[in-house]
């Protein structure tokens, strides 16, 4: 069992910077790929990034691509996602998730999930 707390949402203006933290409760944190997802309301959950075991890999959703980095810190059993150029398209709920796998990118890949940290960019 892994549980994960996200924290580092907020508000910010179009144009900041965020960085979303995903602390995990397992000791076996290096055994997981790393995911974020978001979701707007009225609308899907859609995948964002996801890194492999060990930082080697990773894949983003080409909308964030060259704005977000995905990170993680093995020692601290932590995912990070560092958001820059934020826009008003990004405002969502933003889930972190922890698979098996090496980069999956399908929600239902995932089998332990955050609760979810509100990211909200004003125009």
């Known amino acids: 069992q892994v549980q994960l707390v996200e924290s580092g949402g907020g508000l910010v203006q179009a144009g900041g910077s965020l960085r979303l933290s995903c602390a995990a409760s397992?000791?076996?944190?290096?055994?997981?790929?790393m995911g974020w997802f978001r979701q707007a309301p009225g609308k899907e959950r859609e995948f964002v990034a996801v890194?492999?075991?060990?930082?080697?890999?990773?894949f983003y959703a080409d909308s964030v691509k060259g704005r977000f980095t995905i990170s993680r810190d093995n020692a601290k059993n932590t995912a990070y996602l560092q958001m820059n150029t934020l826009k008003p398209e990004d405002t969502a709920l933003y889930y972190c998730?922890?698979?098996?796998?090496?980069?999956?990118?399908?929600?239902?890949?995932?089998?332990?999930w955050g609760q979810g940290t509100q990211v909200t960019v004003s125009s």
């Open positions: 998730a922890a698979a098996r796998g090496v980069v999956p990118q399908r929600s239902g890949d995932y089998a332990y």
């Open positions: 397992a000791r076996t944190f290096v055994l997981y790929a």
């Open positions: 890194i492999n075991w060990n930082g080697g890999r990773t």
